[in-house]
């Protein structure tokens, strides 16, 4: 039996083994499929989002602090799940503490700490990139792949200020994101079991024909939209769209230009600092529209690149994810609420699809080792 397996069999019952925690294997792309580095098996990605660093300084991020090697060995195998993943999304003014200024919508006050000038501090006591680091290290030495998200981010306004992240923005953006990926892929770089998703639901102006153009995709005329463009390319947007996490995420438009750091841009600025980890990069459309990805997907030199999908009820059928596996690139489905829309667990499996629950958390003000009581399979049966 695996070690891993054993030492975390016994942590569920609550014995206290001297189990030594055996690294994660790295992962690559190979023939379009994801791979151990270390012998070339095929990986079949199984995992869980387990949210709260996307967050700012005054929720719930300190809990992976305490959270510990014990934590992470616990995770492995869950209750016989097959778990060998997390995903941790990342909140770029955290990573790089940069004073903020609220966006306007009142909000930055519920996530962040006053500065002077009527600003914000995302990570007062300096501790934001310590508590990611050591979570990577305790969860890729208890034997996990760990996927990493640019998650929340927020633009310059048009004086030149850092916004607030509070929530999701349609697009990354080229004032921090490039920094932050830069910093990032610095930092893991020399860990192979880490994954690097640029970013997480990119949605532009939200609106459908922006995404897609053409008359329906029973049609087959589909093409992309601007929105799929400006994802891929960057360049200057208007408006900047964000939700609004402390209120329902309700959509926020503010009426200025600005700069998106397109997935090109933030996979050449990872490979420029060295890092030879596997990228995955979102479809628009909330990282729902794969049928859209290979048109506009980014290029990767080292062939190391796959597709981050989000399949919340996609009526789309499968033709759209086999293209793309036709074509050499493997998929994760980095979020999902089940995979009925799609055939089941079982058919990603067998297509060699991984994928990961949203998510494990249910917010009750417990630590983060308590979580596990709630395995993140509730709404239906993983193999």
Known sequence: MNKLVSCSALLLLAVQPLCQAQSAPGIKVSDGQLVSSIDGTPVQIIGAN?????????????????????????????????????????????????????????????FYSAAKGGGYTPDPKGAYQGIVKQAVADAT??????????????????????????????????DHALLFWKQVADSFKDNPAVIFELFNEPYGSNVYRNWISGRSWLSGDEQPGPDAITLRDGGPYSPLLEQNNARGNAMQTYSFQWQVAGMQ??????????????????????????????????????????????????????????????????????????LGAIGGYEWAASQHIGYLWWGWNDWGGQPLSAELSHPPWYRSTAP
Request: charged share 10%; aromatic share 10%.
């Open 50 to 110: 387990i949210s709260g660093l996307e967050t700012g300084s005054a929720s719930r991020w300190p809990a992976f602090a305490s959270a510990g090697p014990a934590f992470w060995s616990r995770v492995k195998n869950f209750d016989h799940h097959a778990i060998n993943t997390v995903r941790l999304p990342l909140n770029e003014a955290s990573w790089l503490n940069y004073t903020c200024y609220d966006p306007g919508a009142g909000a930055a006050a519920e």
């Open 141 to 174: 030495a208890a034997g996990l792949y760990v996927i990493l998200d640019l998650h929340w981010a927020s633009p310059n306004n048009p004086g030149g200020q850092p916004l607030c992240p509070i929530g999701q923005p349609g697009y990354a953006d080229a």
């Open 265 to 338: 841009a933030m996979l050449d600025t990872i490979r420029h600092e060295g890092a030879t980890n596997v990228i995955l990069s979102a479809p628009i459309g909330w990282a729902g529209e794969i049928q859209a990805w290979l048109a506009t997907r980014p290029t990767d030199p080292l062939k190391q690149l796959g597709v981050a999908w989000h399949v919340y009820g996609y009526k789309k059928g499968t033709a759209p994810p086999l293209a793309v596996l036709a074509a050499g690139f493997p998929i994760v489905i980095t979020e999902t609420y089940g």
